[in-house]
């Protein structure tokens, strides 16, 4: 049971090239999201996902791409990237968005982009 | 709508003296409320959280928080502080239902602890 997996860990982009975050989670979840993580912010929520095939924005989803073909997996595509998405992205996933009982989220180890 | 104010963006300890991580919210409803832990590099861990049961949650690692409504707080709290407890924590809250549920988090204490 790896939890939450996300790649690459680690990753520089020159302004205007694309590239994808993977992240996948092995618990069956059905909720899945990504954050975006910025000194003095905590962290901001950039799409998030209910189930496969189910996506929609969060608070600051310009500029990123996703799509939910399988439970498992929740890739954030930067479609042109930009000096102003230099950030950690952490990605997250818990069992249901169905329940008010404070459902325990699991987060990813982080994604540490730099746009140059 | 619902905020999260971490009244502290640092503080520092001996190790061995008590730690204390104040969180204050604001929200509409009932809302679940969530310590995570943050150490270089890694993800976000949970400490603990509170869902509307005990007022006085018990966390991992000799954490606990108590949830007063009357103040709209739930600070955290350790009896004794340990070099590892170094680390940023975040409070969050979450509350509304099914696809309106969302997270919002607190902008991070960075706790020190020293020798």
């Known amino acids: 049971n790896a939890g939450v997996t996300q790649t690459p860990k680690f990753q520089v982009l020159k302004t205007g090239q694309s590239m994808t975050l993977q992240c996948a989670q092995d618990?069956?979840?059905?909720?899945m999201s990504w954050y975006r993580q910025d000194p003095g912010m905590g962290l901001r929520l950039i799409h998030y996902?209910?189930?496969?095939?189910?996506?929609d924005q969060g608070e600051v989803p310009n500029g990123y791409n996703v799509s939910r073909s399988t439970t498992e997996d929740f890739p954030l595509r930067l479609l042109s990237a930009a000096p102003s998405q230099t950030s950690v992205y952490f990605c997250?996933?818990?069992?249901?968005?169905?329940?008010?009982?404070?459902?325990?989220?699991?987060f990813g180890e982080g994604s540490w982009l730099t746009v140059v | 709508a619902q905020s999260v104010t971490q009244l502290d963006s640092h503080v520092s300890v001996s190790e061995g003296t008590p730690v204390l991580l104040r969180c204050n919210y604001s929200?509409?409803?009932?809302?679940?409320l969530f310590w995570y832990v943050q150490h270089p590099n890694k993800g976000l861990q949970l400490l603990l959280k509170y869902t509307s049961a005990a007022t006085l949650v018990k966390g991992i690692n000799g954490f606990e928080a108590e949830f007063k409504k009357s103040e709209t707080s739930f600070h955290l709290t350790k009896p004794s502080a340990h070099m590892s407890d170094a680390a940023e924590y975040f409070c969050?809250?979450?509350?509304?239902?099914?696809?309106?549920?969302?997270?919002?988090f607190g902008s991070g204490t960075q706790l020190t602890v020293l020798p």
């Open positions: 996902s209910v189930g496969a095939g189910i996506t």
């Open positions: 929200s509409s409803y009932s809302p679940s």
């Open positions: 969050v809250v979450s509350e509304g239902f099914g696809s309106a549920r969302q997270l919002t």
């Open positions: 997250a996933s818990s069992y249901s968005m169905f329940s008010a009982s404070g459902n325990t989220i699991y």
């Open positions: 618990m069956n979840h059905e909720y």
